[in-house]
């Protein structure tokens, strides 16, 4: 076996081999967040890109496909999070190299060519490897020593378990074999029966062979595909550990470069201490999963993937800190992977910079809570150990949690390490009691307000959507509820809940407010003042809050339903900037902006996204001029309904977690913006007219907030910074309002003159009290002694003043008093070489009695209040306190 290969050598060699000798097509990487797949958190497996062929809708223009697919396992089926860094082998990222079959080849191809690329091209020796098959595959059994030669014996069947792959509970699905190399005996258990799936690390399975052959239906029954395919997956770490014979993957030249710059910031050595080593390989394996992650758009939040990735920061900064680092250093070691995986994966070289901004940023934030947090669970860890005890309380795990926003996994790692447990059961009631405390408010926003009887009757009512297309509709009402009671009529005056059969009223949803308008009919007429739905997908139906003006209204009655075309067309113009306001904000800051919520009403649109830094002055007027190039551009705006997998074939945009239907409503923008969305829009971008940010901010961590106008929105804010700009130049005797900031630059630059002017005589003044508070200066016994009123000081100045008269005293005690509004003001002080023969908190209580009011301190320095009438007598008596002191 050649053990001088690089891992880029040995990547790039499996390449070739199938796409230069077998045929297949190169397909690159895609990125760890799957495009158009909501229902998986991060690209776990090489197939993930192929999944749609595997299930019959997508197709390729290629039968046969080769890659190295950059994978990330941290959470669900794959959580190897806590196992990383214990083991030499545990990853979070990781390359899986595989080929693939889109009804072309199939098992004896796959098998061949697999063994032929490990022993004649790698060179791995034809003895250390075995075969595993499942148990009812006698096709692949036979095929095995027919095709490669390998020994009966080293053929072994397996079960489901093992050896039998399924894509979910139903769908495709079928038997696999895999490759297991074999590392020697002397590094087993030393069992007779020790062979593949032992379990004690001799035997590594190095390769898998999936022959997606059936289907499964609901009933479990397997049915023949008309086509067959293959999708294999190689460790790419564990390949190249066994062809550089290294023991760990940690040992091979994916990691060693990054283990050596952690030795050279620390000054210590990978391999000198088990304890150490640990933290050494979690840097080494989590700065590789933050960098491709921040790479391919995810940003550090409290949920979803960007939680995924601030547990990995946080666990790595909290290693890093265990090896002696202190100050930011990983943002540094993302460089480090950049130079090491470009070659592979060249759209991580461009995007070096903002990962390097947002793991610099989390490890600023995260340290603060991390010194604070670390010593909160050193003082209960000790209180524990003190009494005896090995279970941490939950209600004291939670309030880490919930205060100090001090990690659970976190807390439950260094007890762990301490040998210690934690009461998870009380944590968890503690969690569940806060969710009950926010239950109410919760489904009052859930609800919109809703009566709660409504709530009960999804399934009985429906409502027909008509209002995409008309603002006016003839309804028949089919339900009328007042203060939550079904109503048989409902009079002038009433505020009442209608439900109508149809309706153009578009409902609160997706961040679009409710519409409002008229209902009217020959009997009777009512302001709508809000429209929200209840229940979801076809047993939705539509609530119209209606305050009666005219007449009355029964249920059953015909009425005509009228939509305020103002309001609403207002809200579509910030409905469809929010869009292109979106795409634009993708395309400055980068794919990892996703919408974090929003609001769309008719004054304004806010909008919520993922970003890790505040917007620069720059970045927002860059985005602004990008959304009001593409208003005059006049895209046109098409709305349609569509299947989810033709959704997907479009682009649109979608988000893990968020709950898709099997019929979606697309909004596209041109090319410029296509989403999932079911409010109401414009027909042409020009319609939107003007665009104009109004306010940006933040919202918590890794979460920006920006509002702005639109249409007459905007010309409204004009105004009105118009008109504050008048106001000021008025203000500033300027007549033309561009030389505003001229007149401000001057007025800043005056003020800091006087402040500095104001600030020397201020000096001059405490300079002349204290040689004022000096010379009025007593001996008590052999002890100076200062009583001394300072008029007109503050506080601060107060103390101030007394570390001055005490440096010029040299030794002694001071006593200082001002008087401020209607408080008395006390500070009393002492040199080092009287503490201990003295103490100013003592001092100041036998002053505040004869002045009747309060303070504390130390024993060198003290301050309280007192009434200012008596600030004269306690100064005065000071002189006697210090004598019976």
């Known amino acids: 076996m050649t053990t001088s290969r690089s891992s880029a050598e040995i990547r790039g060699s499996f390449i070739d081999y199938f796409t230069q000798t077998q045929g297949h097509a190169y397909a690159h990487s895609i990125p760890l967040i799957p495009a158009g797949d909501p229902t998986l958190l991060f690209t776990n497996s090489g197939m993930v890109q192929f999944k749609g062929v595997f299930q019959g809708v997508e197709t390729r223009p290629y039968r046969r496909a080769a890659n190295s697919q950059r994978c990330l396992r941290v959470s669900g089926k794959h959580n190897d999070l806590e196992d990383v860094g214990k083991d030499t082998y545990h990853h979070t990222f990781f390359e899986m190299l595989g080929n693939w079959s889109f009804g072309d080849y199939y098992k004896k191809e796959a098998i061949a060519w697999g063994w032929d690329l490990l022993t004649r091209v790698y060179g791995l020796e034809k003895d250390r490897l075995w075969a595993s098959v499942y148990r009812d595959d006698a096709e692949a059994a036979g095929l095995w020593p027919k095709v490669t030669g390998v020994p009966v014996s080293r053929v072994l069947p397996f079960g489901e378990k093992d050896n039998f792959w399924e894509m979910g509970e139903t769908g495709p699905c079928g038997p696999c074999s895999e490759i297991h ?17 032992c379990g004690c690390g001799r035997f590594i399975e190095l390769w898998n062979l999936v022959f997606i052959q059936f289907n499964r239906a609901a009933d479990g029954k397997l049915t023949e595909l008309p086509a067959k395919h293959v999708d294999t997956g190689m460790g790419l770490e564990r390949l190249v550990a066994i062809l550089q014979e290294k023991r760990s993957n940690y040992d091979t030249d994916l990691f060693t470069p990054l283990l050596s710059d952690v030795a050279r910031r620390t000054g210590l050595d990978y391999g000198a201490d088990g304890k150490m080593d640990v933290s050494f390989r979690v840097l080494a394996d989590h700065i590789r999963a933050m960098t491709f992650l921040v790479a391919d758009g995810v940003v550090p939040t409290n949920e979803g993937r960007g939680y995924v990735l601030r547990r990995l920061m946080r666990r790595a900064i909290r290693h890093a800190k265990k090896l002696g680092i202190h100050e930011p250093y990983l943002f540094e070691l993302s460089g480090r992977v950049v130079d090491l995986m470009k070659g592979a994966f060249p759209e991580v070289a461009p995007q070096a ?35 005896g005890k090995t279970t941490l309380p939950g209600d004291v795990a939670f309030r880490l949690y919930d205060t100090f926003g001090f990690p659970l996994d976190m807390t439950k790692t260094i007890l762990d390490e301490e040998n210690l447990h934690l009461d998870e059961e009380s944590f968890q009631s503690s969690m569940e009691r806060q969710r009950e405390m926010g239950k109410s408010a919760w489904k009052a926003r859930d609800a919109g307000g809703v009566a709660p009887e409504l709530l009960l009757r999804a399934g009985e009512l429906r409502t027909n959507f008509v209002g995409y297309d008309r603002l006016e509709h003839p309804a028949r009402i089919t339900a009328l509820l007042s203060k939550g009671r079904d109503a048989r009529q409902a009079k002038a005056g009433d505020t009442v809940e209608v439900v109508t059969d149809s309706t153009p009223f578009y409902p609160m949803g997706g961040g679009q407010v409710g519409d409002r308008g008229r209902l009217k009919s020959a009997d009777a007429e009512g302001d709508v003042v809000d429209t929200h739905p209840v229940g979801a997908g076809e047993e939705r139906f539509i609530v119209h809050r209606v305050k009666i003006t005219r007449g009355e209204i029964r249920p059953g009655a015909e009425v005509d339903l009228v939509v305020d075309s103002v309001r609403r067309h207002a809200t579509m113009l910030n409905h469809s900037a929010t869009h292109l306001m979106h795409a634009a904000l993708r395309e400055t800051l980068g794919r990892h902006v996703r919408q974090y919520g929003s609001l769309v009403e008719p004054a304004r649109l806010r909008f919520d996204f993922t970003h890790f830094a505040a917007l620069t002055p720059a970045e927002l007027k860059h985005i602004e001029d990008r959304v009001q190039a593409v208003i005059r551009a006049n895209l046109a705006v098409e709305c349609m309904s569509a299947s989810m997998d033709e959704a997907k074939k479009m682009g649109a945009l979608m988000f893990f977690g968020d709950k898709y239907g099997d019929v979606v409503r697309v909004t596209k923008m041109g090319d410029f913006s296509i989403e999932l969305c079911g409010g109401t829009h414009v027909r042409a971008t020009s319609e939107i007219g003007l665009f104009k940010f109004v306010q940006s901010g933040g919202v918590g961590a890794g979460v920006r907030r920006v509002q702005a106008v639109t249409g007459e929105g905007v010309l409204r804010e004009l105004e009105r910074l118009t008109e504050a700009l008048e106001k000021s130049a008025g203000a500033l005797n300027v007549q033309d309002t561009t030389l505003v900031p001229r007149r401000i630059d001057e007025l800043v630059e005056e003020n800091r003159r006087l402040r500095s002017e104001l600030e020397s005589l201020r000096a001059h003044a405490l300079d002349a009290d204290v040689e004022r508070a000096i010379g009025s200066a007593k001996e008590v016994g052999s002890v100076k002694v200062v009583a001394f009123a300072a008029e007109g000081k503050t506080p601060d100045q107060l103390r101030a003043l007394s570390d001055k008269i005490r440096t010029r005293l040299g030794s002694g005690l001071v006593l200082l008093a001002t008087r401020q509004a209607d ?42 209040v007192g009434k200012p009438e008596h600030l004269t007598r306690g100064l005065e008596a000071f002189s006697s306190i210090v004598e019976k002191a």
């Open 181 to 197: 190399y074999d590392r020697g005996a002397e590094t087993g258990c030393g069992k007779p029966s020790c062979g593949p799936n």
């Open 823 to 864: 408080r008395g003001h006390l500070v009393v002080a002492l040199t080092p070489d009287l503490q201990g023969m003295f103490s100013a908190r003592r001092l100041l209580a036998e002053v505040c009695k004869v002045v009747e009011g309060k303070g504390g301190g130390r024993d060198d320095f003290a301050q309280g």
């Open 353 to 387: 910079a903002l990962i390097a901004s947002v793991i610099k940023s989390e490890e600023e934030r995260f340290m603060e809570t991390l010194d604070q947090g670390l010593q909160l669970v050193a003082v209960e860890i000790e209180a524990l150990k003190a009494e």
